[in-house]
T-cell receptor
Framework: SQQGEEDPQALSIQEGENATMNCSYK?????LQWYRQNSGRGLVHLIL?????REKHSGRLRVTLDTSKKSSSLLITASRAADTASYFC????????????FGAGTRLFVKA | NAGVTQTPKFQVLKTGQSMTLQCAQD?????MSWYRQDPGMGLRLIHY???????DQGEVPNGYNVSRSTTEDFPLRLLSAAPSQTSVYFC?????????????FGPGTRLTVL
């Protein structure tokens, strides 16, 4: 079973609007990462937040982490058509070895 | 730096055939891993390695073998291909000996098993 579950599964917004994606997970983690994947391409790392951090920013991206609720959110502000992609959260946990487990992703479509 | 490279980009196999997917990185990363991605889904971890000579199983290891004889290379072997192994395969690496660092992904290998 997958560790991370993203919500919503798909999101369609207008250019200029903000996009919020959520990720929930089941076990304790060392860090949580967000990745972007354009159709048919490899994954691009966006941001990593460690388990002792609550919020991180990178350009138009804002990530929060609530370890008590085992959840994270990714906010993309002032979205652009180029932000159209699938977004995945990935959690890293130590279970007899460090493993990174991905969720099923949120498909974001930004209309120009 | 070329980063993480994967070959081939596309491959078609018949059921029962074996093959090796190649993965190499030139960043001197300790941690390397293989994932598969099925349509509309996230990535699932197949095998990973925390350094040369050390490998371990991920979520879906059955039907796959790996070895890590050098820091740079981490090949994935399909022993007897099955249609259920039709997928896109991604290799990734990160600097540390754990996966607590940012992972860098290769472009993927699209495999079809008939």
């Amino acid at each position: 079973s997958q560790q991370g579950e993203e919500d919503p599964q798909a999101l369609s917004i207008q250019e200029g609007e903000n996009a919020t994606m959520n990720c929930s997970y089941k076990t304790s983690i060392n860090n949580l990462q967000w990745y972007r994947q354009n159709s048919g391409r490899g994954l691009v790392h966006l941001i990593l937040i460690r388990s002792n951090e609550r919020e991180k920013h990178s350009g138009r991206l804002r990530v929060t982490l609530d370890t008590s609720k085992k959840s994270s959110s990714l906010l993309i502000t002032a979205s652009r058509a180029a932000d159209t992609a699938s977004y995945f959260c990935a959690t890293t946990s130590y279970t007899g070895g460090f493993k990174t487990i991905f969720g099923a992703g949120t498909r974001l479509f930004v209309k120009a | 730096n070329a980063g993480v490279t994967q070959t081939p980009k596309f491959q078609v196999l018949k059921t029962g055939q074996s093959m090796t997917l190649q993965c190499a990185q030139d960043m001197n990363h300790e941690y390397m891993s293989w994932y598969r991605q099925d349509p509309g889904m996230g990535l699932r971890l197949i095998h990973y390695s925390v350094g040369a000579g050390i490998t371990d199983q991920g979520e879906v290891p059955n039907g796959y073998n790996v070895s890590r004889s050098t820091t740079e290379d981490f090949p994935l072997r399909l022993l007897s291909a099955a249609p259920s192994q039709t997928s896109v395969y991604f290799c990734a690496s990160s600097y540390g000996a754990t996966s607590t660092d940012t992972q860098y992904f290769g472009p993927g290998t699209r495999l079809t098993v008939l």
